[in-house]
């Protein structure tokens, strides 16, 4: 027995030695890739053409984070199938900080929406940080015989009533939106696709169709002109832009506290000190004025700064991932 022991002891200390070999050294890699990262261009992945808010969002943080970081920030407009397809090159690229990708609902409601998808958006991507939120309103046809939330739900559930309601597309933030709107009023409406979001408000306003759920920053004229009614902003708050229009969270209905956010994502097994890195430098742009301006214009609200953690970014994600699949299971929604 005293010789078995000896053996095990002779046996398991060179193991243990190399195991605390093996740690010392991931812990000096990891540190020295964080003192010279970044050694090149860095690609940011943006899941949608060029032109959208996504697209003008990561265009002036990819200029700012640039400056901090010593390095260019390479704008890659990878769009289609709801944003996928970008999402998919940005999975398959190497973890090591040098490929970010930008997105936003899309990324969680794709999961169950593409069941064949080639990457795990919760197991593939790890937050860097969360970057912004923008309320959403549900408007409709200025000649709706309703002014109110209360009127609008008595009369999209009178017998026989089936509301249209324009959309984006299947799977568009404004589809979804608008599905759980319906789901949690109780109604009943007739949900129709169009080629963007552009021409669902438009037949909003010339009156073809009843209902949308829009972007309240890009709503807010048409509400105030009269060419909208604008019925409730899809959240716990109000919207500043349109002080007179009720909060639906406030009204009573609890679940539709909905937020279109952007948040920022690095291939998962990037090295942490890599990530701190980032998030320090993304924390810091949005301090910077033209930040500031393009989030004003655009209706954005930066996340508290309580919120800006990479392990906040990556706990949204899969709570979202959740949240939107079971509207989608729920309501059999499936992407063409």
Same mark, same amino acid.
């Given at each position: 027995?005293?010789?078995?022991?000896?053996?095990?002891?002779?046996?398991?200390?060179?193991?243990?030695? *190399?195991?605390?070999?093996?740690?010392?050294?991931?812990?000096?890699?990891? =540190?020295?890739?964080?003192?010279?990262?970044?050694?090149?261009?860095?690609?940011?992945?943006?899941?949608?053409?060029?032109?959208?808010?996504?697209?003008?969002?990561?265009?002036?943080?990819?200029?700012?984070?640039?400056?901090?970081?010593?390095?260019?920030?390479? $704008?890659?407009?990878?769009?289609?199938?709801?944003?996928?397809?970008?999402?998919?090159?940005?999975?398959?690229? =190497? @973890?090591?900080?040098?490929?970010?990708?930008?997105?936003?609902?899309?990324?969680?409601?794709?999961?169950?929406? !593409?069941?064949?998808?080639? !990457?795990? =958006?919760?197991?593939?991507?790890?937050?860097?940080?969360? $970057?912004?939120?923008?309320?959403?309103?549900?408007?409709?046809?200025?000649?709706?015989?309703?002014?109110?939330?209360? /009127?609008?739900?008595?009369?999209?559930? /009178?017998?026989?009533?089936?509301?249209?309601?324009?959309?984006?597309?299947?799977?568009?933030?404004?589809?979804?939106?608008?599905?759980?709107?319906?789901?949690?009023?109780?109604?009943?409406?007739?949900?129709? @696709? !169009?080629?963007?979001?552009?021409?669902?408000?438009?037949?909003?306003?010339?009156?073809?169709?009843?209902?949308?759920?829009?972007?309240?920053? $890009?709503?807010?004229?048409?509400?105030?002109?009269?060419?909208?009614?604008?019925?409730?902003?899809?959240?716990?708050?109000?919207?500043?832009?349109?002080?007179?229009?009720?909060?639906?969270?406030? *009204?009573?209905?609890?679940?539709?506290?909905?937020?279109?956010?952007?948040?920022?994502?690095?291939?998962?097994?990037?090295?942490? @000190?890599? $990530?701190?890195?980032?998030?320090?430098?993304?924390?810091?742009?949005?301090?910077?004025?033209?930040?500031?301006?393009?989030?004003?214009?655009?209706?954005?609200?930066?996340?508290? =700064?309580?919120?800006?953690?990479?392990?906040?970014?990556?706990?949204?994600?899969?709570?979202?991932?959740?949240?939107?699949?079971?509207?989608?299971?729920?309501?059999?929604?499936?992407?063409?």
């Amino acid at each position: 027995m005293k010789h078995a022991r000896a053996l095990n002891t002779l046996v398991f200390a060179p193991l243990a030695f *190399a195991s605390l070999v093996f740690a010392a050294g991931a812990v000096a890699t990891g =540190a020295a890739s964080a003192q010279t990262y970044p050694s090149r261009p860095i690609t940011l992945i943006v899941p949608f053409a060029a032109g959208g808010t996504t697209d003008a969002i990561a265009r002036i943080l990819g200029e700012t984070m640039s400056q901090s970081l010593g390095q260019q920030i390479v $704008i890659e407009n990878v769009g289609g199938a709801g944003g996928t397809l970008g999402a998919a090159r940005a999975a398959r690229a =190497a @973890p090591d900080g040098h490929t970010l990708l930008l997105h936003q609902p899309g990324l969680a409601a794709g999961m169950t929406l !593409y069941p064949k998808l080639s !990457y795990d =958006a919760e197991k593939d991507f790890t937050g860097v940080g969360l $970057i912004n939120t923008s309320a959403s309103i549900m408007a409709g046809r200025s000649t709706l015989p309703v002014n109110t939330l209360a /009127e609008l739900v008595r009369w999209m559930k /009178e017998p026989g009533r089936n509301a249209k309601m324009a959309h984006a597309g299947v799977g568009a933030f404004g589809h979804l939106c608008g599905v759980l709107f319906v789901q949690e009023v109780g109604a009943k409406v007739d949900q129709i @696709p !169009y080629r963007g979001g552009g021409p669902a408000l438009n037949d909003t306003v010339a009156g073809h169709a009843d209902l949308s759920c829009l972007s309240a920053a $890009i709503a807010a004229e048409l509400v105030k002109s009269g060419k909208l009614k604008g019925f409730a902003i899809l959240g716990k708050d109000k919207f500043a832009g349109l002080p007179n229009v009720e909060s639906v969270v406030q *009204a009573g209905y609890k679940e539709l506290d909905l937020q279109f956010w952007h948040a920022l994502f690095v291939p998962a097994g990037t090295p942490r @000190p890599v $990530i701190d890195r980032l998030n320090a430098v993304l924390r810091e742009s949005f301090g910077n004025a033209k930040v500031r301006d393009a989030f004003v214009k655009n209706g954005m609200t930066a996340y508290p =700064a309580a919120e800006q953690t990479p392990e906040a970014a990556t706990a949204m994600l899969k709570s979202e991932i959740k949240r939107w699949g079971d509207v989608i299971r729920a309501n059999n929604i499936t992407a063409q």
